[in-house]
């Protein structure tokens, strides 16, 4: 996969969390839940998150949780059940996604597993960002994101 490795700052963000299998249940939370609340609360419009807490090879499907994000500015304040958190500043390999919902898993676990065996993988957070503009084709549900992993300096 190809990827480039950037420098990305910390982004403050309010989110909404999503606890269950990864996959299709995420693209669901988001076109259901977080999207509508976006909307109503005037965060359209701005770049979005998604971010894996957990591991799920390593944690129970019904025990996974991940964060739909949206960037906010230093004042504002969320209302529940969104929270405030931040995406941390740090040295990310982001690659791009083009396909579906469905298609994110298998994605990232080729990500993963390039980057460990290159030997550039670290700890930290990682996260998909998709732009301000974001869209998704309603015929096929085909989107793009980037897909971003801390690695090592």
Known sequence: MKYEIKELPEVRVAYL????????????????????????????????????QDDPSTTPASECRYDACVEVSADYEAKPPAQLGSIPAGRYAVAQFKGTADQVPAAWGE?????????????????????ADYAMDPDTGVFTSELCIPVKA
């Open 17 to 52: 969390r999503y606890k269950g299998p990864f996959g299709a249940g995420i693209g669901e939370f988001w076109k259901e839940v977080f999207t509508p609340w976006q909307k109503a609360y005037g965060l359209v419009g701005k770049v979005t998150y998604g971010v894996a």
């Open 111 to 131: 990500f993963f597993g390039q980057l460990q065996a290159e030997g550039k993988a670290a700890e930290g957070v990682c996260f998909e960002r998709y732009p």
